[in-house]
């Protein structure tokens, strides 16, 4: 198991990136280098701007860095995501309002041509993963924003996809509906095993969840420290509330002065 840990799975050498346009130039990432090992937790932390979104974004293969090197597996993120190792769940959990909750899960099945019956398999077993059974003939406006976002991280497993990436997935809800669903995530992770990187900007949302915190700072969005997060699992509210987590939220909160 601690052999399969350390697997590199992401590795970030030196990635900048430069969004450039006739009226001007944004330097938004510059000189990160990370290695995020299979089956790990991490977090991507920091305030409005450090290129949080961009960081996962170029992880994802959906912009391309303007320099350095970005490997899956040891293959280019291209090829991880034409092998469709990557699930992406959003700020917003962006469902089709006219497709019932199976359907909406089942569509990645569906694009992929997975037959009828499998997909019903696949759906039930989703929906009870993320706690949503009896659900499945709604729709999304009839469910809560913590319920949409759970139909979204469904959908985005439905492929089975080694790496999880969630861009601030739960910063619309309310903190209590938020803390619930951060340990229904973990729950979720526990049972898939995948990869997940996580962009938030709570830091206590970032503790509670991850392996390991990378900090950003911002202008140009860099790493500013790397913290390893060895609080026991499983996390529940005790974790919260222990002192251990209290001086992680120190350490890291110290780590933004001045930035
Ligand atoms: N498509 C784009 N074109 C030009 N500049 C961009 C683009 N996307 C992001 N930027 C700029 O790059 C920087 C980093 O943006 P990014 O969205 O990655 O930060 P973030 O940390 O995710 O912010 P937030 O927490 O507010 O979502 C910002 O200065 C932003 O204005």
């Excluded at 706690?131 to 949409?148: A, E, N, T």
């Excluded at 469904?154 to 999880?164: G, N, T």
Aim: aromatic share 8%; proline share 5%.
């Amino acid at each position: 198991m601690e052999t399969a840990k350390r697997y590199p799975e992401i590795e970030l050498a030196n990635v900048g990136m430069r969004y450039s346009s006739d009226a001007s130039e944004v330097n938004a990432l510059q000189e990160i280098s990370l290695d995020i090992a299979k089956g790990e937790f991490v977090s991507l932390l920091g305030p409005s701007g450090c290129g949080k979104t961009t960081l996962l974004r170029l992880m994802a293969d959906l912009i391309q860095p303007t320099s350095g090197s970005i490997k899956v597996s040891g293959k280019s993120a291209k090829e991880a995501r034409l092998a469709r190792k990557y699930g992406i769940v959003f700020q917003n959990p962006v469902l089709y309002d006219w497709r019932r909750v199976e359907e909406n899960i089942a569509l990645p099945l569906e694009m992929m041509g997975v037959k009828k019956s499998e997909r019903k398999r696949k759906v039930a077993e989703l929906l009870e993963l993320v706690r949503l059974q009896g659900f499945g003939d709604k729709y999304p406006w009839q469910l809560s924003g913590g319920m949409q976002q759970r139909v979204a991280i469904a959908r985005a497993l439905s492929m089975e996809p080694e790496i999880l990436l969630m861009d601030e997935p739960f910063s619309a809800l309310d903190e209590f509906t938020r803390e619930r669903l951060n340990e229904e995530l973990l729950s979720i992770w526990g049972q898939v095993n995948n990869t997940v990187v996580f962009v938030t900007h709570s830091i206590s949302e970032s503790i509670f969840l991850s392996d390991r915190v990378y900090v950003l700072s911002p202008h140009p969005g860099r790493l500013s420290s790397v913290v390893d997060i060895p609080l026991p699992r499983p996390r529940n509210r005790e974790t919260r509330n222990s002192p251990e987590f209290f001086n992680l939220i120190a350490r890291i909160r110290g780590s933004f002065e001045g930035v």
